[in-house]
């Protein structure tokens, strides 16, 4: 298997390299190949195997077979397991790193920081339980809640992190007793398909299984009868369609979706101190983040300033190559998404003013986009109604703090937001009045595998992370145990008891 720096540096020696597909415990060949391309120089760095419908099936069937035993261990056992995983997933810190940045494009710093993400999300699963909820313990009657794991788990991830994301969704799975199908974007395979190879010694065949497609295999993944939930993040538009594709067999859903945080700028900033965290939330992975900052709302009185500062920073970021250590942003991760983003810029030039940054030059190698500072957009531009998904921000004045939340409110989305001000009070009375599942104050972005993690509106059903997020992967049973005698009562008709239970026998 060739390491992530050598397909950075010899494209030549792609059809030499080796991936396999994990697949009820054993490392297989895809029934074709799919190239993947390097963002940075648009050269095909390896061939991934590809799966058939064949290879789909197999690996449900396994899931499927391997099921009852993953169920049947311990919860420490399980968690005993994770940690195992991130250990050898952190003896291969440095390999997997620089096959994100090979495939995905981010500087080789940000793809080492993603598998350590993915090592500590490992290990925070590890030490999570779901409590004990008893609602009724006295002598001879006892209520009480089971967690049961659902069964085949399709865990689906994006392009922009392309391991940590389906760590998030793999570490949950696991833990609780359930088998996974694992499909990543095709157009970053490559580092989820070495994480299976790695998981092959570690976990009982059929546990895990990894598949990879060319955006054909996943309305029959998600329609499959015997896949009880889909686990994906992407796009509001293709939630859309895994929600439609489970309807029939009513599966359990978490969908994490688009976004287009804003973020309210309150009159009592240093606009210097501001525009600097600001910035970096918005640019992070060259913007590429369903939780990066898409939106910013200044006041009138410091929208110069703020401004300013944004340009400043913008024309002295350095955008490049993942391998270069001077690298502080890597190209868009692929060319459909790159030439939406030169679109956007086209469509903005005519509405507002670029302050810096803009389209790039024709002829350039590479899918790079400079970090781009929008002024002067109305609120209809597309680049403040639609998730740009990429290194452009529009900033937006206001003279009224309540206009300015509406402005905020007014979109389809509902990810995250935040609140910039010196007053913290402030900042929890306007954070209470926007309409997002996540609302910092004063940061942003800022997630923890123990805290919950969901959206609100078209950007999201269902939870990642925390208490909730495992229960997501988990059967709710109540437990209701009468006294140990047996009672004539032919139908148990429903009754209604003086604590307001709704059944009793």
Known sequence: MASGAELMGHNEAKQTMTFRLL?????????????????????VIASAPRSDAAQLNAAVAAAKAAFPGWAGTSWEDRARTLLVIADAIESHRDELGALITAEQGKPISEGIREVSGAIGTFRAFASMTIPA???????GEKIYERNSP???????????????????????ALVTGNTLIVKPAPTTPLTVIRFGEIMADLLPPGVLNVVVDDNDLGDMLTSHRDVVKVSFTGSTETGRKVMASGASTLKRLTLELGGNDAAIVLDDVDPKAVAKQIFERAMINSGQVCVAIKRVYVPEDIYDDVCAELTERANNAIVGEGMDPQSQYGPVQNRTQFERI??????????????AGGIPAEGTVGFF??????????????????????????????????????????????????????????????????????????KHGDLSPLIPF??????????????????????????NIGEASIVDNECGSPQVNEEGSAWKK
């Not at 895809?30 to 120089?41: E, H, I, K, Q, S």
């Not at 086209?346 to 302050?355: H, K, M, R, V, Y």
């Not at 059903?461 to 992967?473: A, C, H, P, R, V």
């Open 23 to 43: 697949i009820d415990g054993q490392l297989v060949g895809g029934a074709a190949g799919l190239d993947v391309v390097n963002p940075a120089t648009e050269q």
């Open 454 to 479: 969901c959206g609100s509106k078209m950007s999201g059903i269902g939870t990642d992370f925390g208490e909730d997020g495992l229960k997501n992967y988990c059967q709710s049973k109540i437990v």
């Open 133 to 139: 909820r008893i609602f009724k313990g006295a002598a």
């Open 369 to 442: 986009v400079n970090p781009t500072i929008v002024g002067g957009l109305p609120e209809n531009a597309r680049l403040v109604q639609e998730e740009q998904f990429g290194p452009v921000i529009p900033v937006l004045s206001y003279m009224d703090l309540d206009e300015a939340i509406a402005r905020a409110n007014a979109t389809e989305f509902g990810l995250g937001a935040s609140v910039w001000t010196n007053d913290s009070i402030r900042g929890e009375e306007v954070a209470a009045r926007l309409l997002a599942g996540t609302v910092w104050i004063n």
């Open 150 to 172: 659902l069964g085949v788990v399709a865990a689906i991830g994006p392009w922009n992190f392309p391991l940590l994301l389906l760590v998030a969704k793999i570490a949950p």
């Open 342 to 355: 030169k679109e956007l810029i086209a469509d903005t030039a005519e509405a507002g003013t670029i302050l």
